[in-house]
């Protein structure tokens, strides 16, 4: 049919290489997800390893269909990464969170995450400059050294989350993960001091502006999470009191979630950690001011968001590892790469063990509780899990070293091998975390196949069974409710909590929160449906 | 402190004005949706008039605080609306869609949306050629002239959503609706071949050529939608038959539903008519594959989407009205705007009559059945609620008269007035329409202001209440379950489906549906939960 051929050709008004790209990662997600699936039961594998090892053999397929001359297919971009896929994560992470655990363990995961990433940074630094120097290397600046400590100290929280199971190990976890969290913030704050530090007049001054500059950051950050977070679950309370829409609830905290992170980093703050803290407060407010339906959509809704970025993350570093060009350029031979990878290595399982083993039993002598000392086996584990580099350490490498006015061989060399870390790093320590933490601690609770899906349903069933019962005391309620906390510490109640600072601390607040936050921004038991109203009520009944 | 300020200028690793317009654009959003829903009780606004009027206020803010410079934040950009906003909105319409109401009308609909469109299309190209050369602009050339006749004549789907509804006026619903998604898919390939269209050998071969290209596009891009929405409905059956993943049965579903229209792309189909029937299909079968929370959270995760990319477009448009280059560009006088728009508008309006009362006409002499028919009312809104014009029309003019290489005064004209059209005929058409339904049809059966809430909540309050009574009677459960059909109707029951050779039709398919489809693919009664799995049955011991 003539013209037939001529109309279609034309019949796309955007570039067609995004609609491969697209196209071509949706399937590879797709197939990640039906993977996965297929080897949950399977002790060594895990989605974060399957997508990785997917993306680097589609990254050769790619490669072989150009005929060896490039694997791309997207550059990997900082701003899709930070903008788009980190921040549906770690908001996930927040609302998701044990906040009993969280807050309990706080002091230790401030610890890890701040001094450890500094210590972290430190040794990193300096081995780094006198390895690389040994190996025969010139081109690279103080500031690259500095650098290369910050992204090395970089862990990733990600595949952590995938490894550990917050269910059979709840203090491992939250330390594990929380630390994970903290440290992002530090290893970017560090990093971006780094990359704008004049060395020349390099003084204690610094050091102490470094500080300050920390602490400023960590403090803000908190307080607009925070601050946010209440926010939506004014509104929300006050908006929707009687008459709920299921789609405008999770459009606004889904929305406001993301405004929290957009208005950090444009306030130059940890846009992670303002999401995070905006996630726990929103789970601990926000998300009991809405509609039943609500309640189960938000949960689910923002695990598969930030489950569709991590796959995705995952499958996009593991494809550009077999960017070709990149390798070319580095112009390196395969011994250079493998004693620089090495190197890398070394450093990160050096500088995680330098601040792990110290801090942990530091912290374990501050502790009259030995039931709170974390134990040699526990530190062990602790240090393993954070052995994983992942996207964070990949978008800072590319920031550090490509792009810049000086694109030099060795700089190419540092991407080159800060890939291979990430992914040596992701599919060993990745692999065998899991059956150590079964050989280490004993068998899990309940069978680690279906854990990933019970956290949010045992958050969803206790509210509908248990709300009617505890609505006049929320006191009992709280400590019933929360799901946060193990049978066993259940027991202690009134007297446990006096024991211990730690415990007076959340005990002072559970009573200010009862008085003054809960009656203002809603929470569990303090927001009063209307029989009247149509879907407060017939929500109910329409679910049970 | 001495650094820090340095420290954290460097701080964020992108591009500040992304984050800007990004923070500008949620917080937009989170005050439209605020408004909507204060003003849900007003019968004269709705959400894209809220968000219209809003971006168009904001669009004068930015101008204001430029003085006078630019008001855009975002350039309009096709892709971001091809790519990522319209496919949640087509997607979610399917998904939610009622179904039989929709293939009862599948003639009428289909008549509106091709015939009519093409009578229209003619009749504005036509019309515009002789009013413009009247007005006394020159420049533009034959293939314009189509052009406009294409873009002039794609009604907007996405206001017609918010403007009727499903509950109180079904049928209405479904023809208008309906009649949209093949319109857009009609007037998008008919600018594509009118763009490419050599008019030097315009022939009768070219204009077969024309239906040939139409029907091609039409029947392989509903199959393509049909045969993705299947391929996920029997991987989801076959892989998650006893254990549920509700993450990963909404990322399947999400990500499976945009591949299609991703490929339909890029295959040069019409990814809108693909990914609506996909939504068809997965509403039909996939969704009762998936446990009972994923049924909840998709419903409602898919509808917040669709929301979100709604009220965006709506910001998008309003703000980019004001974008003052575009109007110093064009260098006309206010007596031509006016001119070129009111000559615009009256074509819309005029096209639309043309196609509509005769239309409707004709296919009512076809009809035996007087209850069937339709009336000279319903005709008239018919008319009425298509008149808007939307995104897509703004989307085809900015393709059409913007970044080719000769960009003249009269063609930054066009899209002035495009904008123009689109602004005043949302806002006059969308404010008037629900009234004049109300004074029309007479009241809605139930309060129009919870009517948004209750279809999603009638979706899903049915399979919970009467799954199991009706489980092994799949054939009486499609009637109770299905959720589309009017009391009314219900009652004809078998005789009814036999008399009228379209019910004749559905009774076939209906058998063909529960004899092989649904044992293959799932679907209502024919998904067996195993009492013993995890969240099979537990899924429902929670909720209930």
Not at 109 to 124: A, E, H, N, P, R
Not at 249 to 274: F, P
């Amino acid at each position: 049919m003539f013209g037939v051929e001529k109309i279609l050709h034309e019949s796309t008004p955007f570039d067609t290489s995004t609609v491969i790209s697209i196209t071509v990662f949706i399937s590879l997600i797709c197939l990640c997800i039906i993977i996965g699936h297929l080897l949950e039961e399977n002790r060594w594998a895990n989605e974060s390893i399957t997508s990785l090892l997917l993306g680097v053999a589609s990254g050769g397929v790619v490669l072989l269909i150009r005929k060896g001359q490039n694997s791309r297919i997207l550059v990997f971009n900082e701003e899709l990464f930070f903008i788009y896929l980190l921040p549906p994560i770690i908001f996930n992470a927040g609302f998701q969170v044990k906040k009993k655990q969280f807050f309990k363990n706080f002091s230790t995961i401030l610890s890890f995450g701040v001094v450890g990433t500094l210590i972290s940074f430190c040794l990193v630094s300096v081995g780094v400059q006198f390895l690389l120097k040994k190996i025969g290397l010139t081109q690279l600046s103080v500031n690259d050294y500095l650098a290369l400590g910050a992204i090395l100290s970089a862990t990733d929280s990600v595949c952590t989350l995938q490894v550990l199971n917050q269910d059979d190990t709840p203090l491992l976890y939250s330390v594990v993960f929380g630390e994970g969290v903290v440290n992002d913030a530090t290893s970017i704050v560090l990093f971006n001091a780094v990359q704008s530090l004049d060395l020349s007049n390099l003084s204690a001054m610094t050091a102490l502006a470094l500080l300050g500059t920390f602490l400023y950051l960590f403090i803000t950050s908190t307080l607009l999470g925070v601050l946010v977070g209440l926010l939506s679950a004014f509104i929300i309370k006050k908006l929707y009191l009687s008459r709920h829409s299921t789609d405008r609830e999770i459009a606004l905290m889904m929305l406001m979630a993301y405004l929290s992170y957009m208005i950090a980093e444009l306030m130059d703050l940890s846009g992670i950690l303002t999401v995070f803290f905006c996630g726990v407060v929103m789970s601990h407010y926000t998300w009991h001011n809405v509609s039943e339906s609500s309640r189960i959509t938000s949960k689910h809704a923002f695990a598969t968001m930030s489950f569709i970025s991590e796959t995705f993350i995952f499958l996009y570093v593991g494809m550009d590892t077999l960017d070709i060009d990149k390798w070319k350029e580095s112009n390196a031979s395969v011994g250079t790469y493998l004693a620089v990878s090495s190197a890398m290595l070394s450093l990160i399982l050096i500088g995680r063990a330098a601040f792990v083993f110290p801090l942990a039993n530091i912290l374990n002598y501050t502790k009259k509780n030995s039931d709170k000392k974390i134990n040699f086996s526990t530190q062990f584990i602790i240090w393993w899990a954070g052995l994983m580099r992942g996207a964070v350490t990949v978008a800072l490498s590319y920031n550090a070293f490509s792009g810049s006015v000086e694109v030099s061989n060795e700089r190419s060399l540092m991407i080159s091998c800060t890939l291979i870390v990430v992914l040596f790093s992701t599919l060993l320590f990745g692999t065998v975390t899991k059956p150590l933490i079964r050989a280490i601690l004993g068998a899990p609770r309940h069978a680690v196949s279906y854990a990933s899906d019970i956290p949010s349903l045992e958050y969803l069933d206790i509210p509908f069974l248990e709300s009617q019962e505890n609505q006049d005391n929320p006191e009992n309620q709280e400590t019933n409710l929360n799901g946060d906390e193990e049978p066993r510490q259940r027991r202690g109640g009134f007297s446990l909590i006096m024991k211990y600072p730690t415990g007076a601390v959340h005990h002072i607040w559970r009573k200010f929160d009862n008085k003054f936050m809960r009656p203002v921004f809603g929470g569990r038991g303090f927001v009063t449906y209307e029989p009247a109203s149509p879907t407060g009520a017939a929500d109910i009944s329409h679910e049970q």
